[in-house]
């Protein structure tokens, strides 16, 4: 027997924590709630391109979209604007001042062995010091303190000027060199030496790997982002140092004076300050791009100290990049430009799963084949796409006819049609199901003056079998004039006339394939679209209702089928306006012309000499409106029914199965029609 393969863990093998990544267990991209709203603004007149990134920007139900996240960044950089001020190491220093000034106080006040001249000149030199923090620094500097608490609060502040100018240019200092010894500080010269050495042969072009390579050997420990070349360690250092400097932009005038007196007391060595001009010069030469010349407005309750301020900006840059590329308005913006690991580290990780997310999302539509560019660049929704959109909105359309008229869920059975619920006795030849209820209880009926015979069960024979009836389905061809005047738009009627129209397409494409559905638009003049044509039309601002130019292509549409059943199917909410010309040239007039009424009444009239099953949709509350549709209606034995914007659909699609019914109601025929519904909408419920 063949071995099993080892499938034990290997050493190096260990489980840890989600690293961000993306996750192998995620369910693959929903795109169906995407396409039903990119659908809709395609729709309402917006191009496919502009409809997914709208959805993008807004996000799903359980998903968050760009201007979420957006919102997030600007809440962040609100906070620290309004939560910081710059004055953090000015107070600190003010307070270790006071602090030493008051310890020493206390020992002259208690050193009863001090020579009473000594101790007065020494309260002399505490009372006349200066009020600017920097100056009294340097007014103390060669003062002989008595107070051992008082020298180490004094060295406290040179240590902490020197960490803190230090924690400004390589994050982390400060609390590095906390308690530093000599020999720390020394380290921390040499490298600056060598870190400008550096830079300077950089500047030169006579630098190398290998000189990179040895500082690192030498100075790494300082540097946790570990830079991998010159060009990695110039990027971190130059986008904390800009940062420092925009810190530096915006304090006042006097803040800037107080630090820049303050500084040269910092590790008590003037050559620091001198080390880090030299490295702030290098970075300006060799990092131009970066932004040396903004600032902030920082007036909130919580100092910052140097360094941290220097962070604090250095997190606003990062907030400000993150809003641009959420935007996703410049040239080439694209998502996949989002920085997730800035994302992250800004608003959690949380947000950084949720902008991969849109990312899988936006591919997935590219790729899907739901969307695809066309010859002039443009992007366009495919049939695919159409396809998944009118399922949505014949299942909404479904919903709505199940929950007014109680229509049940019923499968068809049988190659002849729909099932009538009757039944006949089967004959040669018929391939309708067998009603076994029926045919049994006519078997046991004939033996029942049998009596009991052992071991017999129930026998038929064939004059037992009874089959169920069907009805004989009927070929239908349609045609639905969708009304494109100007007052379509302008009443918001557009969007639930191609709802309709796409629901109605999908329905009698996917259930009723003999059927053949033609889509006439008519405005000013008519004109015979396919359903991505109609979906994709423009708001149509032409005034003109030509039902004249429309009723004849409906009528050469009939005239091609002469065997099946017509069904015209009107949408409107205007009187007709303009007709055709025998010349083909468009004639309006508003009021409406006698003989564009004598005209349109007379193509109406062709269609019910065809057989037409007629039905006007009435959109609106127009009396005139209302008077001359149902006088069409009347000449034409059709009906007319007046839906909202939202029920056009159901009223459409109702009439249309109504018709194939041979009801004609708009809303099919009642309850006797379950069973075509049923069948009807069972694949989209």
Same mark, same amino acid.
């Given at each position: 027997?063949?071995? %099993?393969?080892? /499938?034990?863990?290997?050493?190096?093998?260990?489980?840890? #924590?989600?690293?961000?990544?993306?996750?192998?267990?995620?369910?693959?991209?929903?795109?169906?709630?995407?396409?039903?709203?990119?659908?809709?603004? =395609?729709?309402?007149?917006?191009?496919?391109?502009?409809?997914?990134?709208?959805?993008?920007?807004?996000?799903?139900?359980?998903? %968050?979209?760009?201007?979420?996240?957006?919102?997030?960044?600007?809440?962040?950089?609100?906070?620290?604007?309004?939560?910081?001020?710059?004055?953090?190491? *000015?107070?600190?220093? #003010?307070?270790?001042?006071?602090?030493?000034?008051?310890?020493?106080?206390?020992?002259?006040?208690?050193?009863?062995?001090?020579?009473?001249? &000594?101790?007065?000149?020494? @309260?002399?030199?505490?009372?006349?010091?200066?009020?600017?923090?920097?100056?009294?620094?340097?007014?103390?500097?060669?003062?002989?303190?008595?107070?051992?608490?008082?020298?180490?609060?004094?060295?406290?502040?040179?240590?902490?000027?020197?960490?803190?100018?230090?924690?400004?240019?390589?994050?982390?200092? #400060?609390?590095?060199?906390?308690?530093?010894?000599?020999?720390?500080?020394?380290? =921390?010269?040499?490298?600056?030496?060598?870190?400008? @050495?550096?830079?300077?042969?950089?500047?030169?072009?006579?630098?190398?790997?290998?000189?990179?390579?040895?500082?690192?050997? #030498?100075?790494? &420990?300082?540097?946790?982002?570990?830079?991998?070349?010159?060009?990695?360690?110039? &990027?971190?250092?130059?986008?904390?140092?800009?940062?420092?400097?925009?810190?530096?932009?915006?304090?006042?005038?006097?803040?800037?004076?107080?630090?820049?007196? *303050?500084? @040269?007391?910092?590790? $008590?060595?003037?050559?620091?300050?001198?080390?880090?001009?030299?490295?702030?010069?290098?970075?300006?030469?060799?990092?131009?791009?970066?932004?040396?010349?903004?600032?902030?407005?920082?007036?909130?309750?919580?100092?910052?100290?140097?360094?941290?301020?220097?962070?604090?900006?250095? &997190?606003?840059?990062?907030?400000?990049?993150?809003?641009?590329?959420?935007?996703?308005?410049?040239?080439?913006?694209?998502?996949?430009? *989002?920085?997730?690991?800035?994302?992250?580290?800004?608003?959690?990780?949380?947000?950084?799963?949720?902008?991969?997310?849109?990312?899988?999302?936006?591919?997935?539509?590219?790729?899907?084949?739901?969307?695809?560019?066309?010859?002039? $660049?443009?992007? %366009?929704?495919?049939?695919?796409?159409?396809?998944?959109?009118?399922?949505?909105?014949?299942?909404?359309?479904?919903? /709505?006819?199940?929950?007014?008229?109680?229509?049940?869920?019923?499968?068809?059975?049988?190659?002849?049609?729909?099932?009538?619920?009757?039944?006949?006795?089967?004959?040669?030849?018929?391939?309708?199901?067998?009603?076994?209820?029926?045919?049994?209880?006519?078997?046991?009926?004939?033996?029942?003056?049998? $009596?009991?015979?052992?071991?017999?069960?129930?026998?038929?024979?064939?004059?037992?079998?009874?089959?169920?009836?069907?009805?004989?389905?009927?070929?239908?061809?349609?045609?639905?004039?969708?009304?494109?005047?100007?007052?379509?738009?302008?009443?918001?009627?557009?969007?639930?006339?191609?709802?309709?129209?796409?629901?109605?397409?999908?329905?009698?494409?996917?259930?009723?394939?003999?059927?053949?559905?033609?889509?006439?638009?008519?405005?000013?003049?008519?004109?015979?679209?396919?359903?991505?044509?109609?979906?994709?039309?423009?708001?149509?601002?032409?005034?003109?209702?030509?039902?004249?130019?429309?009723?004849?292509?409906?009528?050469?549409?009939?005239?091609?089928?002469?065997?099946?059943?017509?069904?015209?199917?009107?949408?409107?909410?205007?009187?007709?306006?303009?007709?055709?010309?025998?010349?083909?040239?468009?004639?309006?007039?508003?009021?409406?012309?006698?003989?564009?009424?004598?005209?349109?009444?007379?193509?109406?009239?062709?269609?019910? %000499?065809?057989?037409?099953?007629?039905?006007?949709?009435?959109?609106?509350?127009?009396?005139?409106?209302?008077?001359?549709?149902?006088?069409?209606?009347?000449?034409?034995?059709?009906?007319?029914?007046?839906?909202?914007?939202?029920?056009?659909?159901?009223?459409? =699609? $109702?009439?249309?199965?109504?018709?194939?019914?041979?009801?004609?109601?708009?809303?099919?025929?009642?309850?006797?029609?379950?069973?075509?519904?049923?069948?009807?909408?069972?694949?989209?419920?």
């Amino acid at each position: 027997m063949a071995s %099993r393969p080892n /499938r034990r863990l290997s050493r190096d093998s260990r489980y840890g #924590k989600y690293d961000g990544g993306p996750d192998p267990l995620a369910p693959p991209a929903d795109l169906s709630e995407a396409l039903d709203a990119i659908g809709q603004d =395609v729709m309402a007149g917006t191009s496919p391109e502009r409809a997914m990134r709208e959805f993008l920007r807004r996000g799903g139900r359980s998903q %968050r979209g760009l201007d979420d996240l957006a919102r997030l960044v600007a809440e962040k950089r609100r906070e620290l604007t309004s939560k910081n001020n710059l004055d953090g190491t *000015l107070q600190e220093i #003010k307070q270790l001042l006071d602090e030493a000034v008051l310890a020493e106080r206390g020992q002259l006040a208690r050193d009863t062995a001090m020579d009473d001249g &000594d101790r007065a000149l020494a @309260e002399l030199q505490l009372d006349s010091l200066p009020a600017s923090p920097a100056a009294a620094v340097s007014e103390l500097n060669g003062y002989d303190w008595k107070s051992p608490t008082a020298r180490q609060k004094y060295e406290q502040i040179k240590d902490l000027l020197g960490r803190e100018m230090l924690d400004q240019r390589f994050a982390g200092m #400060k609390q590095a060199l906390e308690n530093a010894s000599d020999d720390d500080r020394a380290a =921390v010269a040499q490298m600056m030496q060598d870190l400008n @050495e550096l830079l300077d042969a950089h500047r030169r072009g006579e630098d190398s790997q290998e000189q990179f390579d040895e500082f690192m050997a #030498k100075h790494g &420990d300082q540097f946790p982002s570990n830079p991998q070349n010159i060009d990695e360690l110039l &990027d971190d250092l130059a986008s904390r140092a800009a940062a420092a400097q925009r810190m530096r932009n915006s304090m006042t005038q006097e803040q800037r004076d107080e630090l820049d007196a *303050l500084a @040269e007391q910092a590790f $008590g060595s003037p050559a620091l300050m001198g080390a880090l001009s030299q490295l702030d010069e290098n970075l300006r030469a060799l990092r131009p791009g970066e932004d040396w010349g903004g600032s902030e407005g920082m007036d909130g309750e919580q100092g910052l100290g140097l360094g941290d301020g220097t962070g604090v900006f250095q &997190d606003i840059a990062d907030l400000d990049a993150l809003a641009d590329q959420l935007a996703q308005v410049g040239p080439g913006s694209e998502l996949d430009d *989002l920085d997730l690991d800035a994302l992250a580290q800004q608003l959690g990780d949380q947000a950084a799963v949720d902008a991969r997310t849109l990312q899988q999302l936006e591919k997935a539509l590219r790729n899907s084949g739901a969307m695809q560019r066309g010859t002039d $660049g443009q992007l %366009r929704l495919t049939p695919k796409a159409m396809r998944q959109l009118g399922k949505s909105l014949l299942k909404d359309v479904a919903e /709505r006819m199940s929950g007014r008229q109680g229509a049940r869920d019923l499968r068809r059975a049988g190659a002849a049609g729909d099932r009538s619920g009757s039944t006949r006795p089967w004959e040669f030849g018929d391939t309708e199901p067998w009603d076994v209820t029926r045919s049994i209880t006519n078997a046991l009926t004939r033996t029942a003056g049998d $009596g009991p015979r052992t071991g017999a069960g129930v026998r038929l024979q064939i004059e037992d079998v009874e089959v169920q009836e069907t009805e004989a389905r009927t070929q239908a061809v349609v045609a639905l004039l969708v009304d494109t005047s100007f007052s379509m738009a302008m009443e918001d009627r557009w969007v639930p006339m191609k709802r309709t129209a796409l629901a109605l397409h999908t329905l009698i494409s996917t259930r009723f394939r003999g059927d053949d559905l033609q889509l006439i638009a008519f405005g000013r003049e008519a004109e015979v679209m396919d359903v991505e044509q109609l979906v994709g039309l423009d708001a149509m601002w032409d005034k003109g209702t030509n039902l004249h130019h429309a009723l004849l292509l409906a009528n050469r549409h009939f005239r091609k089928h002469p065997n099946a059943q017509p069904v015209l199917l009107i949408v409107t909410d205007g009187e007709p306006t303009s007709h055709l010309e025998p010349n083909g040239q468009v004639y309006f007039s508003y009021p409406p012309d006698p003989v564009t009424i004598a005209l349109s009444v007379r193509e109406l009239e062709n269609a019910h %000499r065809l057989g037409a099953k007629t039905t006007f949709f009435r959109l609106g509350d127009d009396p005139g409106l209302a008077r001359f549709v149902d006088g069409m209606a009347r000449r034409v034995e059709g009906t007319v029914t007046a839906p909202e914007n939202d029920d056009l659909g159901v009223a459409v =699609v $109702g009439s249309y199965l109504g018709a194939r019914r041979g009801s004609g109601s708009a809303f099919g025929g009642g309850p006797g029609d379950d069973g075509l519904w049923g069948s009807a909408f069972t694949r989209f419920r």
